[in-house]
């Protein structure tokens, strides 16, 4: 008799992931415009895939506030097929709370089922694109804009 891990390996994630509660979180996997040094690939566009992770907690003698905790989080493969191989320099937001996790390492279970992450809670925040700032930026009184800067009679 031989087992079949592959499908005992989906039905313990579908039994986990289902269960919910506090460990089940909803999350956003961020692939940033970038080249990864890991594997070679390059990222021309930024990538995000919303999901669910499955979020171990750090052991008992370090502090869940202390940024440089280390974290593991385990998310099934199908749901992050759109990053190809995912890798440190990705990054993990929790959609709850706007925490940041950097990925330091990623691997993929022998069955292809579930990616393992090694994370780390960031301080980094992120403010958008680097699309232009439009014509808002108005010093003096509340009347409409005319110009990028319009500083008005108070610095005449």
């Known amino acids: 008799m031989t087992l079949d891990l592959t499908s005992l390996t989906q039905s313990i994630l579908t ?19 970038s080249l990864a040094r890991e594997t070679g690939e390059t990222a021309v566009n930024e990538i995000s ?13 370090l502090s869940p506030t202390r940024v440089n905790a280390h974290e593991r989080l385990l998310i099934r493969a199908t749901d992050i097929n759109a990053i190809t191989t995912p890798a440190a320099g990705d990054y993990i937001v929790q959609n709850s709370n706007g925490l940041r996790r950097d990925i330091i390492s990623a691997s993929l279970d022998p069955t292809g089922q579930v990616w393992s992450f090694i994370t780390v809670h960031s301080l ?5 694109d680097l699309t232009a700032h439009g014509a808002s930026d108005d010093w003096s009184d509340l009347t409409a804009t005319t110009e990028a ?7 005449e």
Do not use: C, M, W
Request: negative net charge; hydrophobic residues 35%; without cysteine.
């Open 15 to 33: 039994t986990v992931f289902n269960l919910g509660g506090d460990v089940v979180k909803s999350v956003s996997y961020v692939r940033p415009v």
């Open 49 to 61: 895939v919303d999901t669910q992770a499955l979020i171990g907690t750090p052991p008992q003698s």
């Open 124 to 128: 980094h925040q992120d403010f958008g």
């Open 149 to 155: 800067e319009d500083r008005g009679a108070l610095y």
